[in-house]
């Protein structure tokens, strides 16, 4: 038995058992410990991936059991965190009548279902994807209540309103559950080389992911999740515009 085979796979379930453990926590109240073990399961998934790739140990099961573990991990657990943050916001806005609102919450793992299934059949998503990526999608959900607790500690302002804004992060669920079934071409932080010419949109983003996270920590990541969204859609064009080009020099 080649033990390298299974260590992507043994990484992979740790990425299950952290979803699994943040439900737990988010259910006995601890949202701030559960988003946190979201975090974990995302560096889980990146690792048991990039594993795969350097132990050449890719499997059929590994990528059946990656879905499944993602999930819970990305869709079920996220979706838990943000229904109770949901609640938490309602009751510090005092709108106990809203009590349907963070329900809306579930629609996540439906969506997170659909689009790995999706995911699955589609042999055309191995360098990049169609839709917002699970993982970013539980990146972002388990991202607001920590990042309600850090405002809390500094001073309000503006990001401490939207992000306390129960309407705000029921919008932000229904969102998140449509980009990621949508036909959106999304770019893969997969590196096949470290040249610069293949890599240009990847080396951008990353940069500026840093920065942002250096300047404004947790605060970042909604913006981070944005800006990969809107450099999707300038490297799309930017392809387009590429080939629209090249096919008018041919014809000339």
């Known amino acids: 038995m080649n033990i390298k085979n299974h260590i992507p796979n043994f990484i992979t379930l740790m990425n299950l058992l952290a ?51 993602d999930v819970v991990s990305f869709g079920v657990a996220p979706a838990f965190v943000l229904f109770h943050t949901i609640e938490m916001t309602l009751e510090m806005r005092g709108e106990f009548s809203q009590t349907y609102l963070p329900f809306i919450a579930f629609m996540v793992p439906l969506f997170s279902a659909l689009r790995l299934a999706k995911f699955n059949i589609d042999e055309e998503q191995s360098t990049s994807f169609k839709g917002l990526p ?41 969102a998140c559950s449509l980009l990621m079934v949508s036909s959106l071409p ?9 040249n610069w010419g293949e890599n240009q949109t990847r080396y951008i983003f990353l940069i500026i992911s840093v920065f942002l996270i250096i300047l404004l920590k947790l605060a970042a990541i909604p913006l981070i999740i944005l800006m990969y969204l809107l450099l999707s859609v300038v490297s799309l064009f930017s392809k387009s515009t590429l080939q629209s080009n090249q096919k008018e020099g041919m014809k000339e």
């Open 19 to 69: 979803g699994i453990l943040s439900i737990y926590l988010g259910m006995k109240g601890d949202i701030q410990l559960s988003a946190a073990l979201i975090f974990l399961a995302a560096i889980l998934d990146f690792f048991d991936g990039l594993l795969a790739r350097v132990l050449d140990a890719k499997s059929e099961i590994g990528g059946q059991l990656d879905s499944l573990a």
């Open 134 to 174: 699970t993982p970013a999608t539980g990146i972002l959900l388990a991202s607001f209540p920590i990042m309600i607790i850090v405002c809390l500690a500094e001073n309000k302002g503006l990001y401490y309103d939207i992000v306390t804004n129960p309407w705000f992060l029921a919008a932000t669920a229904v």
């Open 186 to 194: 999304m770019f893969a932080l997969k590196f096949s080389s470290t």
